[in-house]
């Protein structure tokens, strides 16, 4: 079973940095691979943060992300990451990452970013 995988989430202070981690459990990250990574704030809808393309290595960002969230991918690690400049307490949310090969995406479950002012 392919199963992504979030981590690095937690509690920080607005302005600071973090960096998310996504990898794959049950399978990897190749090819025309694309890594999604999604946010859903308490009481609102999931919305994409960006994406990127595995051998490519195209991004592409949200309005709302651009400039200060950035998408990475270690090609030799199998893992991609998502850096956070100067977060805000309106960041606060679940954190997802998904792989999309294809037709067929397969979701993290998760992990969860609190910023405190």
């Known amino acids: 079973q392919v199963q992504p995988a979030e981590s690095g989430g937690g509690v920080v202070q607005a302005g600071d940095s973090l960096t998310l981690s996504c990898s794959v459990s049950?399978?990897?990250?190749?090819?025309?691979?694309?890594v999604a990574w999604y946010r859903q704030a308490p009481g609102k809808e999931r919305e994409v943060i960006g994406t990127?393309?595995?051998?490519?290595?195209?991004?592409h960002y949200a309005d709302s992300t651009r400039g200060r969230f950035a998408i990475y991918r270690n090609y030799h690690e199998n893992r991609a990451w998502l850096h956070m400049n100067g977060l805000r307490p309106e960041n606060r949310a679940i954190y997802y990452c998904?792989?999309?090969?294809?037709?067929?995406?397969?979701w993290g479950r998760g992990t969860q970013v609190t910023v405190c002012s």
């Open positions: 998904n792989r999309r090969r294809g037709y067929v995406v397969y």
């Open positions: 049950g399978g990897t990250f190749v090819g025309d691979d694309m």
């Open positions: 990127i393309t595995w051998d490519a290595g195209s991004r």
